[in-house]
């Protein structure tokens, strides 16, 4: 959520820059949640995690070192989409411009109303999670 309120106010100085001449659009790098546990050396280790499990201890990360990979436990879980796929789907429709104005601003302001409409979303819907995640927590306690 911290991260979208950051997008969201970078989004807002582009949009307010608009007509500055010689302004440069801004975005920030999306958290990647996959990079960041193999970074931490975090892997889908099940033996090591069983193992660890028995005995009473928690697994260290150098034991579970390594890249993170999904776990397929049954056939039946659906397949995960090659990144070709899922690029060439949502990049329908979207303008990747780099047009820039005689005074050197490049703004686009259709392509920043919709980033700033997306993050709105996105935001919208993590709080909500949230929301139900603490009435589930509640739910839980009150029994």
Same mark, same amino acid.
């Given at each position: 959520?911290?991260?979208?309120?950051?997008?969201?106010?970078?989004? =807002?100085?582009?949009?307010?820059?608009?007509?500055?001449?010689?302004? +440069?659009?801004?975005?920030?790098?999306?958290?990647?949640?996959?990079?960041?546990?193999?970074?931490?050396?975090?892997?889908?280790?099940?033996?090591?995690?069983?193992?660890?499990?028995?005995?009473?201890?928690?697994?260290?990360? $150098?034991?579970?070192?390594?890249?993170?990979?999904? =776990?397929?436990?049954?056939?039946?879980?659906?397949?995960?989409?090659?990144?070709?796929?899922? $690029? =060439? =789907?949502?990049?329908?429709?979207?303008?990747?411009?780099?047009?820039?104005?005689?005074?050197?601003?490049?703004?686009?302001?259709?392509?920043?109303?919709? +980033?700033? $409409?997306?993050?709105?979303?996105?935001?919208?819907?993590?709080?909500?999670?949230?929301? +139900?995640?603490?009435?589930?927590? +509640?739910?839980?306690?009150?029994?």
């Amino acid at each position: 959520m911290d991260w979208l309120t950051e997008r969201q106010a970078v989004l =807002a100085q582009n949009l307010s820059n608009a007509d500055t001449p010689g302004f +440069k659009t801004k975005d920030l790098v999306q958290p990647d949640f996959k990079r960041a546990l193999e970074a931490s050396g975090v892997a889908d280790r099940p033996n090591a995690l069983r193992a660890a499990g028995a005995n009473g201890a928690s697994p260290s990360a $150098t034991a579970m070192g390594g890249p993170v990979r999904l =776990a397929t436990t049954n056939p039946g879980h659906i397949a995960r989409q090659s990144t070709e796929v899922r $690029t =060439a =789907a949502h990049g329908i429709g979207r303008r990747t411009s780099n047009e820039v104005s005689p005074s050197g601003n490049d703004v686009n302001l259709e392509d920043q109303i919709s +980033k700033v $409409t997306e993050t709105q979303m996105d935001y919208q819907m993590t709080a909500n999670l949230y929301r +139900k995640h603490l009435g589930m927590l +509640k739910s839980v306690l009150r029994r």
